[in-house]
Every structure is written in C-alpha cells, then in structure tokens.
C-alpha cells in the first residue's frame, strides 16, 4: 500500500513545518490562502497516484518535479517540494541515508553539469545539500539544461536511488 500525501496533510502538517522550519532565508507565502495553487497542488497529488508512476520511487519524481515545474504557488514552491517528497518517502518507508557531502556534490555534478554548488551554514547533514541542491537545479533552466518534463523525472528518481533505501521489515 502506497501513502500519498494530500491537502489536508499539507494544511496541517505540511504548510506550518515549512513556515517554522524552512523560512529562515525567505518567509514562506499562506499557501492555503492561495487557492488556485492549492487546486493545483490537488492535481499533482492525484494524478501521481496514476499506475503509470511506478515504483514508488517514480511517483517521487513526480510529485517533486511538478510542484517545483509548476509554480503552483506565490513563492515558496522548491520548500514545498522538498517537504511533501520527504512526506512521502518517510511515509512509504523509505530510509533517507545521504553519503558524505563530496560524493553528494559529485552525484549531483555528473547529473547537472552545470550545477552551481552553495554553502548554506544551517545545514549540518549531507541529504540537506541533496535535497536543496535538486530543489534549486530542477527550478533553474540554467542549471538543468533542456531536459524534457520525463527525462528531469527519470533523472531525478535515478538521484533519489542514490540517498534513500526502502526499509526492511
């Protein structure tokens, strides 16, 4: 059985964890006052329990890319993708376990050679590089390339075999 996230998960959840945890930099928007990006929030999270979109690990890519590719919201967009493929993995059981931070940045580096690495002080753990570093490729052209909507998912659910492992019972 696959967990999906949903609106209201977001609104409880989702929308306050963002606010507290990941606007330090930038103040995140009222997500749930934005109702057309909330209707288009609906959409991905329903479309991505499509058969198509599998394994699950699949319907990870796509969430991640469509909410960033979408600009369903004011701002704030790469922290909701970050937050609900992160629900999502943690949800289905996966095990979010990053190598040390040069591999991560050579991961990412072979895939997007255009990557322009930052240093960010309040990150202590390496898949908090992985995570902000796919976020901000997938969202900039620049970096990406003219990679076509299946080819940045398929990248990016081939990135996302690197970092997580699905938990045995």
Not at 29 to 41: I, M
Not at 63 to 74: A, E, K
Not at 124 to 134: G, I, K, N, V, W
Request: one cysteine or more; a positive charge; charged letters at 25%.
């Amino acid at each position: 059985m696959i967990y999906y996230p949903s609106i209201p998960i977001c609104e409880k959840i989702l929308f306050p964890f963002i606010r507290e945890r990941m606007a330090k930099r930038e103040p995140a928007p009222e997500y749930s006052f934005e109702r057309e990006g909330l209707e288009k929030l609906q959409s991905v999270l329903e479309f991505m329990k499509n058969p198509h979109y599998s394994p699950a690990l699949a319907k990870a890519a796509y969430l991640f890319c469509s909410v960033i590719d979408g600009h369903h919201f004011s701002n704030g967009n790469k922290r909701l993708a970050v937050a609900l493929l992160t629900y999502f993995l943690i949800m289905n059981e996966f095990e979010i376990q990053a190598p040390q931070l040069s591999s991560i940045q050579n991961i990412l580096r072979q895939a997007f050679s255009r990557l322009q690495w930052e240093r960010v002080d309040s990150f202590s753990r390496p898949e908090e590089y992985f995570f902000y570093h796919l976020a901000l490729v997938i969202a900039d052209r620049n970096q990406k390339g003219n990679l076509s909507f299946r080819q940045e998912q398929n990248l990016v659910r081939n990135l996302l075999g690197y970092i997580v492992k699905k938990r045995m019972r």
